[in-house]
C-alpha cells in the first residue's frame, strides 16, 4: 500500500491522471518529505494499534442503555440565542 502511493508521487508517478495537475511532481526527495512521510506512518501505527480498544469500547458504549432524545432536558429560549 505504502509503495503504490510513494509509485504515485514520485517523479515519473504511477498511476491514473486525472489532471494537468498531476504533472506538477518535486524532481528530487527532500528531507522533509522523509520526515513528513514517517510521521503519518507513526500516526497510522499508532491509529492500527489502538484499533482493539477502540472496538472493546464501542462494544460498551452499544451495550449501554439509550437515551431518547425527548429525553433530554429542553433548552430554553435563551439558551438557544447565539453568543454575545
Same mark, same amino acid.
Given at each position: 500500500?505504502?509503495?503504490? %502511493?510513494?509509485?504515485? $508521487?514520485?517523479?515519473?508517478?504511477?498511476?491514473?491522471?486525472?489532471?494537468? +495537475? #498531476?504533472? @506538477?511532481?518535486?524532481?528530487?526527495?527532500?528531507?522533509?518529505?522523509?520526515?513528513?512521510?514517517?510521521?503519518?506512518? %507513526?500516526?497510522?501505527? $499508532?491509529?492500527?494499534?489502538?484499533?482493539?480498544?477502540?472496538?472493546?469500547? +464501542? #462494544?460498551? @458504549?452499544?451495550?449501554?442503555?439509550?437515551?431518547?432524545?425527548?429525553?433530554?432536558?429542553?433548552?430554553?429560549?435563551?439558551?438557544?440565542?447565539?453568543?454575545?
Amino acid at each position: 500500500m505504502i509503495g503504490s %502511493w510513494l509509485d504515485y $508521487r514520485m517523479k515519473n508517478g504511477a498511476g491514473r491522471r486525472s489532471s494537468p +495537475l #498531476d504533472d @506538477i511532481r518535486p524532481r528530487i526527495w527532500p528531507e522533509s518529505f522523509t520526515t513528513e512521510l514517517l510521521e503519518l506512518l %507513526w500516526v497510522l501505527e $499508532r491509529t492500527v494499534a489502538v484499533g482493539p480498544a477502540l472496538e472493546d469500547l +464501542l #462494544d460498551e @458504549i452499544l451495550a449501554s442503555p439509550i437515551t431518547r432524545a425527548d429525553e433530554l432536558p429542553q433548552a430554553s429560549e435563551d439558551e438557544r440565542q447565539p453568543p454575545s
